[in-house]
């Protein structure tokens, strides 16, 4: 069984040397074979674009539009959706028709939290990637190129669903960029980029995949009849990220706490110079921890620990069902069988005579007698209550009562 399923469904046979060959390094090419082309259908379809636009009462920012690289005001295709339903940014068909069929490109945004296959599949694709993912779709009519070459600041993943469309690919200008780093702040350097070889020029046909890591530059221009594809893109944690985190040991270091002098001008390159070799010795004395290992494992688990706080704060755990959670409730019992809720990322915790479980900002404490239970919740298999490790009937009841409730268990 592939351990990374959603991401070998995108980069096929490349998936086992990916991770070291491909991530955050050079683009990957994954064309349909026979018989592929239809292979993202479950995913996404041409039909799926016009229920969203005309039956779903999408409202901004879930769908922007855009006409040679220029974003379209909201109001050119955004009216209020008649009575019982007045707000003013709602999706009007009649105007996107309009938009659309002068040659406006059209952007359905935030995907993985409005159409249910990819809310499932960027989960999962979340969990392969240990980054957190989105998903935005593209539809473009005929011979548009819809935005100028430019970069992007996360890594993209590019589903073609249908139509065809001309990628021109390009090496970075600035390798790596962060999210504050925008191609707008090399525009020349892109442009000038963009004139030259291309590293990848190819058609992309429906079941097509292509990879590309953030700061590549790219553009596509529309071929033939209307074309649709999805783009995800990964916000890729950094090393500048484990650095931001290590850093938090400047509110802990007294030496660098300190207020700088009355009076300092800052203007004066030699006069704050002294004090800048200050903070720099200090700061290294903060960070520096050879043979002290108790010091370099704190912090190392500093930074783990505030990594996966922030991972669940930009990922979605499988959303629950409130209606069908209230019934099992309702008739829990010893037969009743649950699971952990998938994408939790919820670790324990032993704190004297209580055991925490962690995911993200929830944090549930229960007795210290709920761990094996709780280890055996955290596997991941569904179990029947009545299975549950180290607790009574009743107090396996109580426990699981708990976890549905505060949405981290769910029915099976």
Sequence with gaps: MDERPALARMVGDEAPQFAGEYWATKPLL??????????????????????????????????????????LPPKAFTAPGGFGAEVGDQVSSEKVLAEFAAGATIVLQGLHRTWPALVDF???????????????????????????PHYDVHDVFVLQISGE??????????????????????????????????????????????????????????????TVHLTIGVAAYTRADVASTLLSVIGETEALRASL?????????????????????????????????????????AVAAALSRRLAADTRPE????????????????????????????????????????????????PVEAKPALERLLTGEPVAVSDLPGLDAGSAIVVVRRLLREGVAVPA
Excluded: C
Aim: net charge negative.
């Design 30 to 71: 994954n064309e349909a074979g026979p018989g592929e082309q239809n292979r993202f259908d479950d995913l996404f379809t041409a039909a799926a674009v016009d229920e969203l636009v005309s039956e779903r009462g999408l409202r901004t920012p879930f769908m922007r539009m855009a006409t040679e690289g220029s974003v």
């Design 122 to 148: 960027t989960r999962a694709l979340t969990d392969d990637l240990g980054h957190p993912a989105q998903v935005n779709a593209y539809i473009t009519p005929a011979s548009n190129r819809g935005f100028d």
């Design 319 to 366: 959303p629950v069902s409130p209606l069908a959670t209230v019934e099992a409730l309702a008739t829990l019992g010893p037969d009743t069988v649950v699971r952990l809720r998938r994408s939790l990322r919820a670790r324990l915790e032993v704190a004297g005579e209580n055991v925490r479980i962690v995911a993200g900002p929830k944090m549930l404490s229960l």
């Design 165 to 226: 469309k001309h990628w021109r690919i390009y090496e970075p200008v600035h390798v790596a960029p962060l999210r504050d780093q925008p191609w707008s702040d090399h525009r020349e350097a892109v442009a000038s980029r963009a004139s030259g070889v291309a590293y990848i020029d190819q058609v992309l046909r429906p079941g097509d995949a292509l990879y590309l890591p953030r700061g590549w530059i790219h553009s596509a221009e529309a071929l033939g009849g209307t």
């Design 261 to 301: 002098p009355l009076g300092l001008d800052f203007g004066d390159a030699a006069e704050l110079r002294p004090i800048v070799e200050q903070v720099l010795g200090s700061l290294q004395a903060a960070l520096a921890v050879p043979g002290d290992r108790p010091a370099a494992e704190r912090q190392v688990d």
